[in-house]
């Protein structure tokens, strides 16, 4: 009786034994099968990874080699200041001849009110968008008062003292579309012939490399959001066949250099020099850290001709119609 109990537990021990290793095998094949797992898992992030990374380095070298190959096509500048001197003015022109401006700037400008006015309803329509566009609750509409506009607009001015600002920066932005309006009208020219073929083709080189620069400021924004680009080259940017580009271009700089040599002419006129400390401002302003990035020349153009708009406007005289006179 002994002996058999001794054999049926001996049995059944031999039976957990088995068990228990089979247990333990199962569980160990379920480990090395997860760690297989996670390795492939693993593995498959770092092959996505590495496309998404091998993607987009693809993507800018395809279109910095797209970019050199347009620039070979279109004959692009290799900066933004070809055709002017390192002083900012059209190379090789005497702007007396080729420009005429038609007004006299000694007398400076005057403005009619009228035009650059902006409204009170023009004002409130403003607060109204800063009102809906800073709320919690599309459903409620917040009250414009000071903890608004310290809380949401995040100003130390008063309700009344922001709806004064709305209105003096538009009338300020208003100020600068007319006088655009105002010198592009006024801004005369001699027989576009009459400019040198050469300066006029050398000028369209920096106005393509502007488009160049453009086109692949877009496809790499567009490319960012969406993988791929938005244009295939300058020319389909600008709906153009290459024909019908030079001419554009050709055109675009004929304007170009007129504005530009009428520009000469004010800032000669209003006896303007150059401001060291203006022109550090003007390049903060606008963020340009390294001007030989772009060109000298091109820079140097632009501020002369800030320097022109900012006497302009400093000195406007700002004047009410008769008829607002007697209301």
Do not use: H
């Amino acid at each position: 009786m002994s002996n058999e109990t001794n054999s049926t537990m001996t049995e059944g021990q031999a039976r957990r034994l088995a068990k228990k290793k089979a247990v333990a095998k199962a569980n160990k094949q379920a480990k090395t099968s997860r760690i297989l797992a996670i390795g492939v898992t693993a593995l498959l992030l770092a092959a996505i990874v590495f496309g998404i990374v091998w993607g987009i380095v693809r993507g800018q070298m395809a279109r910095k080699a797209e970019a050199e190959r347009q620039a070979k096509l279109i004959q692009v500048a290799e900066k933004y200041d070809e055709g002017l001197t390192a002083d900012g003015d059209v190379e090789g022109l005497d702007p007396e001849k080729y420009a005429v401006v038609g007004f006299n700037a000694k007398e400076g400008i005057t403005i009619p009110f009228e035009e650059i006015d902006f409204t009170d309803d023009q004002v409130q329509e403003k607060i109204n968008d800063l009102l809906s566009s800073n709320t919690d609750d599309p459903e409620v509409t917040p009250v414009f008062d000071d903890a608004f506009v310290k809380e949401k607009l995040n100003s130390d001015l008063t309700a009344e003292e922001y709806k004064k600002k709305i209105k003096e920066d538009a009338i300020e932005e208003n100020k600068e579309e007319w006088l655009d309006g105002f010198l592009t009208n006024n801004f005369d020219s001699v027989d576009g012939a009459e400019i040198p073929e050469e300066i006029l083709k050398t000028y369209a080189k920096s106005l393509k490399k502007i488009d160049l620069d453009q086109w692949n400021y877009v496809n790499a924004f567009y490319t960012s959001l969406t993988g791929s680009i938005v244009y295939d080259s300058v020319l389909a940017m600008r709906d153009l066949t290459e024909d019908e580009y030079e001419n554009f271009v050709v055109e675009s700089a004929f304007k170009g250099i007129i504005n530009d040599l009428c520009y000469q002419i004010l800032y000669k006129e209003l006896g303007l020099e150059y401001d060291a400390e203006l022109y550090k401002n003007y390049l903060g302003d606008n963020s340009i850290t390294n001007t030989l990035d772009i060109g000298e020349g091109y820079v140097k153009k632009n501020f002369k001709q800030y320097q022109v708009r900012k006497y302009l406007l400093d000195n406007a005289k700002i004047v009410e119609t008769p008829a607002e006179a007697e209301e």
